[in-house]
């Protein structure tokens, strides 16, 4: 039986908190399994230092990911290379392992929309910031695919647990169903929109339940639990691409995890729950469980686990070194992609604007 | 009276705190607005002081929001909803214009909507994508709202209570970028500040300076800087984009002739395009010269790398006054 025919209150498990193994592990191999833990480590010191940048006042608002590193990179690292990934703002693990640089994700939230300018080749939406926005794209991604009998794609959609209150989510789950799409619909749910907990938002007893509504699968998971989060992804991916007589391709994924830090730097989340809330979920930290699975079954030592660390240090020092030495755009760029071309509006505008900048410079607009 | 030193987002919270005192039928509700206090904290304080039941965290779901006020608002309550930053108005916008702004016009008077939605709206504090715009002529376009945005906290305090107490529903917008810039002189009793009047900020003679929200401080920099070239600048806050005061507008324009309207939104259907249409259909043959616009553009609003550019800037409202007055 599919990992997918399940209650949807019975959550998938493969590690239990200390890294023991409690269901079954998935077919991965070696190599993969360490690049798991690589990842996840990497996005980890990246949260890290990207919070500190803020701090120092090197980069604006940035919404940290700790504590979800399990269920971004449990669940990316089994998409194929031609399937597709529509991110919410949080993902910069999962968009990390997609393909898309460091550097780029530095950009977007210092401010530049290079950030958002995909490389080709990199299968990836721009981080949708109004909730929930982003489910009907992928939705609409995935039928595409179907209609042009790209039968070998999926689409996998990341949203966090506030964003299943919106009429958004409704609306794509309806339509996944309704036109049998090849989606994954992945909710991160960390338990809380900013102040607001899980409960206030449904009086379900899981996420998970709700597919059953659309009439698509549903399955809850431990999502901070990357074994775990793998099985059900690549699963529910192989079921878009590939139904059984009788399935339905949509998969709504609800995996349960916890986000350790601020909703943004600009969050003060004590306000809102207690520390001992946030201890609880700490022991449940994806990374040492992964380690100490991979340690246990003798895939890493600790070399292996210094060599790693060292390799993530240099790689996120080096994206942002690359960012921070990034020509600082143009301000003339933000007349140039509103349309193919500038209408004879917006032409007009630029140049009154270049001559405003010719005549009194940048400190003519920028304010302290 | 005694008077009280806060800021725009302190006189924000005052106003509420004040209404929902004198008046058990007002209530707060929307996103994080309960124990968090708004994440401005626009509303901090106000769930331990009313409770679970008047000031309500809801679920993330802007629609369900404006829906369920309208709901509540004909049943007689008068809800005042938070909607965390005017970016996210749009799931809503089919209840604000399809419902909100109609009930009255629709019953013929039968069911009322005295409920107000407020949000913090425009550019400038480096915040993410779809968190700057300014895009009240979304809802001045949409006969039955009322749309106000103060500039001082005594205003703010007034013009709130003016608007919960308003029979209409109103859209109160408020200026986020000066939310902490200073503080301003605030009774702490209640007391109005009318909708529909414009405040003449400064009187002058050769020029009149319009403008509203966030954008009256830039003016009235560049209005002081001018007065060494010689230039004696009128500037006229605007506070309600809907209604519009068109009297005080006129009246001034036909004191000085020439006229520059300041705003962040775009300028294409910007409220400065409203207010050369006034001054055209009403005080024609006063018109020394062609009325400037310093607006946002017409480009999406970009990234916060560039925002100090797309915003009217101290030196861009200064030229354009220079412009009006120089014609
Ligand atoms: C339509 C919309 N409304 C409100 C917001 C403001 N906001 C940003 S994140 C957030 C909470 C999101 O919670 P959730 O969906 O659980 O995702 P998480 O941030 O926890 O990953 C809110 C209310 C927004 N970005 N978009
Ligand atoms: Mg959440």
Known sequence: MSVLQRDPQDQVRVLDEDGTVVGEVPDIDDETLVEMYRYMRLARHFDTRAVSLQRQGRMGTYPPLSGQEGAQIGSAIALDEQDWMVPSYREHGASLLRGLPLKQTLLYWMGHEKGNEMPEGVNIFPPAVPIASQIPHATGAAWAKKLRGEDDTAVICYFGDGATSEGDFHEGLNFAGVFDTPNVFFCNNNQWAISVPRERQTASETLAQKATAYGIDGVQVDGMDPLAVYSVTKAALDKAKNPAEGEGRPTLIEAVQYRFGAHTTADDPTVYRDDEEVEKWKAKDPIPRLESFLRETGRIDDEGVEAIEADVKQRVADAIEAAESDPRPDPSEMFNHAYAERTPEIQAQYEEFEALREKFGDEGFLRE | ?327
Do not use: C
């Open chain 2, 1 to 327: 009276m005694s008077s009280q030193n806060l800021t725009i987002v302190q006189a924000v919270r005052d106003g509420l705190y004040t209404e929902m005192n004198l008046d058990d039928e007002v209530l707060v509700m929307g996103e994080d607005v309960g124990k968090n206090g708004g994440v401005f904290r626009a509303t901090e304080g106000l769930w331990d002081e009313f409770g679970d039941d008047r000031v309500i965290d809801t679920p993330l779901a802007e629609s369900g929001i404006v829906g369920t006020a309208v709901g509540m608002a004909a049943m007689g309550l008068k809800p005042v909803p938070e909607i965390q930053f005017s970016g996210f108005m749009y799931p809503g916008f089919d209840q604000i214009v399809s419902h909100m702004s109609r009930f009255r016009n629709r019953t013929r008077g039968r069911y009322t909507l005295p409920m107000v939605l407020r949000a913090p709206y425009g550019g400038g504090i480096r915040a993410p994508e779809s968190h700057s715009e300014s895009k009240e002529m979304f809802y001045a376009h949409e006969a039955g709202l009322k749309v106000v945005i103060p500039s001082t906290p005594y205003d703010t305090k007034g013009l709130l209570i003016s608007a919960i107490r308003d029979p209409d529903p109103v859209i109160f917008m408020e200026p986020k970028l000066i939310y902490r810039a200073f503080r301003g002189e605030v009774p702490e009793e209640e007391y109005t500040v009318p909708i529909g009047e414009a405040a003449v900020r400064r009187e002058g003679t050769d020029v009149s300076v319009f403008t509203f929200g966030a954008m009256t401080r830039p003016t009235l920099e560049a209005v002081e800087n001018l007065e060494a070239e010689g230039i004696d600048a009128e500037v006229v806050d605007i506070r309600t984009i809907s209604p519009l005061d068109r009297e005080t507008i006129v009246e001034s324009f036909k004191k000085t002739g020439r006229a520059v309207v300041v705003h962040e939104a775009p300028k294409n259907g910007g409220l400065g395009a409203e207010i050369t249409a006034t001054i055209q259909e009403e005080a024609l043959l006063y018109q020394e010269a062609p009325v400037k616009r310093v607006a946002g553009y017409d480009v999406p609003y970009p990234l916060y790398a560039l925002e100090d550019y797309y915003l009217p800037s101290v030196a861009r409202v200064e030229e354009g006054i220079r412009e009006a007055v120089n014609f």
